[in-house]
């Protein structure tokens, strides 16, 4: 087994960059329209708050999709399991994150997962707040304590042309409002969909969240328990099972722990009990994901021995 080591990293971020020419950036994400598409970078922090990185890690980029573990994890805090899985279920779509079909053909009553856009539009609708300001200040604040960033804010740009260029997602969310699946004010709910989706961060950052989430929702720093455990074990079971979309299996079986990635390029990966990971590859697959980020990913869960179904085994040796 590998030792984790900056210059580990290093390495790695050197072979893996080659696989961004398998992807594309995003080209309409203000901002990302420049980003070098080569770019890589990884940060990882251990259970001592010890922290790792290489490459690009001071690239800010926007949380995209990996917000809607953050949307998760707001709205169990607020209503318990019982009541959000009442709205959106917790099984793996198996198509595009923004498929429409799927909201038909299934169970017209709630989206697939949180996962994927339907499903965080619903969850989104039900944070807790007298208005749309009051529940994004609510989940900022939060974000700022589990990441110890207090400038943490949102990118107004990108806000802007999430909110402009959003009809796919706006057609979500009529459907669902059409079925009964969406009771709140609909274009407040997408209005802070789109919000959280802007939020810009840095690898260290999306690292902060996956340790949070590896430390079962204590804080490392004040040692408070911020969020209840078994609320961040509900939401790792969906991030191993849909955090990756149509390519949630190939991540279960080739990194083995729980990861979320978002169309900016950008991955969270948290390893329970041990680590959280943030990296940033801008060029994406068509299924969402970083090409030379989930490379980086499978190549760590791999030389560190990270994956979460080997830990029995390892304990035996
Ligand atoms: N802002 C994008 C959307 O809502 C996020 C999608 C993603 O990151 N997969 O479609």
Do not use: W
């Not at 805090?77 to 799927?102: A, L, T, W």
């Not at 949180?114 to 965080?120: D, F, H, K, L, Y």
């Not at 039900?126 to 207090?150: P, S």
């Not at 994901?289 to 304990?315: H, K, M, P």
Request: negative net charge; proline residues 3%; aromatic residues 6%.
């Amino acid at each position: 087994m590998k030792k984790l080591t900056n210059e580990f990293l290093d390495e790695l971020v050197t072979e893996c960059k080659p696989y961004s020419r398998e992807g594309e950036v995003v080209k309409d994400i203000p901002g990302q329209d420049a980003v070098d598409q080569n770019k890589l970078g990884v940060c990882i922090i251990d259970m001592n708050d010890q922290v790792y990185s290489a490459g690009d890690t001071d690239l800010r980029f926007t949380l995209q999709s990996a917000s809607k573990i953050v949307s998760l994890m707001m709205a169990l805090d607020d209503f318990g399991k019982e009541e959000v899985f009442q709205n959106v279920g917790m099984e793996p779509m198996g198509d595009f994150y923004n498929s429409i079909s799927h909201l038909e053909s299934h169970d017209v009553s709630k989206p697939f997962n949180p996962m994927v856009n339907a499903g965080a539009i619903a969850v989104a609708a039900m944070i807790k707040g007298k208005d749309t300001d009051e529940r994004f200040n609510r989940v900022l604040k939060r974000l700022r304590q589990i990441t110890h960033n207090n400038s943490l804010k949102m990118n107004q740009e990108v806000y802007e042309s999430e909110k402009r260029k959003g009809d796919r997602n706006r057609s979500l969310a009529y459907f669902m409002k059409s079925t009964g699946a969406i009771a709140h004010d609909i274009e407040e709910s997408l209005d802070l969909y789109f919000r959280i989706n802007s939020i810009e961060v840095t690898t260290t950052d999306i690292a902060k969240i996956g340790v949070f989430f590896a430390n079962g929702g204590l804080c490392l720093r004040t040692g408070k328990q911020l969020i209840p455990m078994h609320h961040i074990n509900t939401i790792e079971a969906i991030m191993m099972t849909s955090g990756m979309y149509n390519e949630a299996g190939k991540y279960a079986v080739e990194v083995g722990f729980p990861v979320k990635s978002g169309v900016s390029g950008c991955i969270v990966g948290s390893v329970p009990g041990r680590y959280g990971i943030g990296i940033i590859g801008p060029a994406i697959n068509e299924k969402g994901n970083s090409t030379a980020g989930g490379e980086l990913l499978q190549r760590i869960s791999r030389q560190l021995e990270l994956n979460i179904f080997s830990v029995i085994r390892q304990q035996k040796d």
